[in-house]
């Protein structure tokens, strides 16, 4: 009779109303397990499971057409890209959590194709075998990299006439200086008026010349140049550097910088770039701090990690724009901001050095009362880089969230 249970008959093979009956045979023509395997297969990811030999136990057509498998020892046998095995090894090893994002050279040796951008995800499922998601980022690399090029290109080319800009400025100011000595008490209106718009230009060419220079800082650091290999930097020096650097800013301000802190300390990565970022920190906290005051740099040390707050009496952050303000462009005080020549460029360099070194920078602030901004750098070389092309550390997390 229809709608009931033969004795005989599989609880899971009734039909549900409305719909077909659920094939619940392993091994079936429309078993679970065959809509699984034909589900992998048409995703448009990679998917690669390897077991704890690092042999692919498991892989989809989408990864074989990227190329993440390779001819094994034996003949007829397989292997895991290096990559991969490399992701795998470290997430066995640290239980956490892999995603990078690299590009793949493809084909022979200096083929023209461009390179394969991949975006790697390694999850540990359970104390052997690691799922590795491979998704092709290329189209997304390759408007990157034609941005940064541009960026890049354009500063370049603009350094000429802002040069030029400059000194036809200081030419101008050195004669109507000159022009004004000679004509002693009596100077004409437009004397007094060439002399205030040579000293604008002079002003505006000047503040042109730091835009377009952090902005080819920005293009390295966001990837148009390798990074250098991570080296001990003393503290000491990087403190030092950063005074001497913001001395003349700060006494035109009459504030003083103090740093207080444990010596010989060392972090690890570029000493220019540390340098950078620390200067950036400083000339910030002069820039939105009253006369008289004093910036305080603090310097925390641990076994894995190494601190330094930049700390000032300013007029704060307002606690909409504490999330903001490492933005390109982007200024709290756009009135004050323009006063003091900033770009809104230094504290996006301060963030991408903090992450290119593996650390971060926070910020603590509120109106009135000063603003804390801590850098947070590695106190330790790196265990085992990684041996991958030129990549960007996207996220860690705990395996399996």
Known sequence: MRGRQSPGEPAGDQPHKGGRAIDT???GKHGMKGLGRKSLDSLRVGVVVLDAEDHPVLVNPAARAMGLLRSGGAPGTIAAHPI??????????????????LDLPRGRAGAAAAPLGLHLRAVALNATHVAIE??????????????RDFVANVSHELKTPIGALQLLAEALLDATELQAADAGDDQSEDLLAARRFAERIHHESARMGRLVSELLELTRLQGAEPLPTPEPVPVDWVIAEVIDRTR???????????????????VYGSDSQVATAVTNLVENAIAYSGDDTKVE??????DDW???DVADQGIGIAPHDVDRIFERFYRADQARSR?????GLGLAIVKHIATNHGGRVDVTSSLGDGSTFTLRLPARPPEAPLPLPTAIEIESGAAGH
């Open 25 to 27: 045979e392993p091994h």
């Open 84 to 101: 991969l095995r490399t992701l795998a090894g470290q997430v066995r090893r640290t239980g956490v959590r892999r995603e990078v994002e």
């Open 134 to 147: 491979a998704a092709d980022v290329t189209e997304s690399h390759r408007l990157a990299r034609v941005r």
């Open 248 to 266: 003349t800013t700060a006494s035109a301000k009459g504030i003083e910088v103090v740093y207080s802190g444990p010596k010989g300390a060392v």
């Open 297 to 302: 740099l603090t310097l925390r040390q641990g």
């Open 306 to 308: 190494l601190e330094i």
């Open 339 to 343: 006063s003091t020549g900033g770009t």
